[in-house]
Every structure is written in C-alpha cells, then in structure tokens.
C-alpha cells in the first residue's frame, strides 16, 4: 500500500521561507515520478512542480519558477519542496503525488496522493 506524508507546513509571512517534505512508503521510490501540487480555497487544484525519478528533470509552474525548487533523496524515499520569497497567493494546502511516468506536470498521471499539509502565507 502506497502512503505519502507531506509534512514542514505552516504559518509564514509574506517574503519567507517554507521546506516541505514527503516521505514515501510502500513503492519502490525510484521507479515514481515525484510531483506537488496544491490548492486554495475555493480553487481548484494545481500543478506546483515535478521531480524525475532520477532528479535529472524538473518542471515548475511559472507562478513559482525562481522562487520554488524541487529535490527528492531517493536513498530517504522522499521528495522535498524549499518555497522562498512566499507570497499571500501561496496558501493552499500542498499535496504530493506519484506517478509511474518519468516526469509529468498533469494531474490526472499521478495515481498515489498525500493527504496534504496547509501552508499559509500572511502580508
């Protein structure tokens, strides 16, 4: 049984920094594309960012490019989130996700989900 847990949410202000992390169980982490996404209230869900599953690609969001950067540690089964510069915009609460695909910034590709943790910016 796959089981993601994010963790490292929580209340920041506006300029500061978060890491999330997802620690993953009950796959052979490598073989899984590694995603994160979120969403805020009273919007629908959305792509934030994707690993590979050898880390060698990644794809952003352009609301987060240069500010966002996603790693994973295959050796620790988990994928990490470092958010600087956060702004109001990014509250939501983040989700993790895997995929069999290589990479892939869709939703609909990633079959195995996290339970979500709130990250909430105040100005």
């Known amino acids: 049984q796959v089981q993601l847990v994010e963790s490292g949410g929580g209340l920041v202000q506006a300029g500061g920094s978060l890491r999330l992390s997802c620690a993953a169980s009950?796959?052979?982490?490598?073989?899984?594309?590694m995603g994160w996404f979120r969403q805020a209230p009273e919007k629908e869900r959305e792509f934030v960012a994707a690993?590979?599953?050898?880390?060698?690609?990644?794809y952003y969001a352009e609301s987060v490019k240069g500010r966002f950067t996603i790693s994973r540690d295959n050796a620790k089964n988990t994928v990490y989130l470092q958010m600087n510069n956060l702004t109001p915009d990014d509250t939501a609460v983040y989700y993790c996700?895997?995929?069999?695909?290589?990479?892939?910034?869709?939703?609909?590709?990633?079959?195995?989900w996290g339970q979500g943790t709130q990250v909430t910016v105040s100005s």
């Open positions: 996700a895997a995929t069999g695909m290589i990479i892939s910034a869709r939703q609909q590709n990633y079959n195995s």
């Open positions: 009950g796959l052979r982490f490598g073989n899984y594309g």
């Open positions: 690993v590979s599953r050898s880390a060698s690609n990644t």
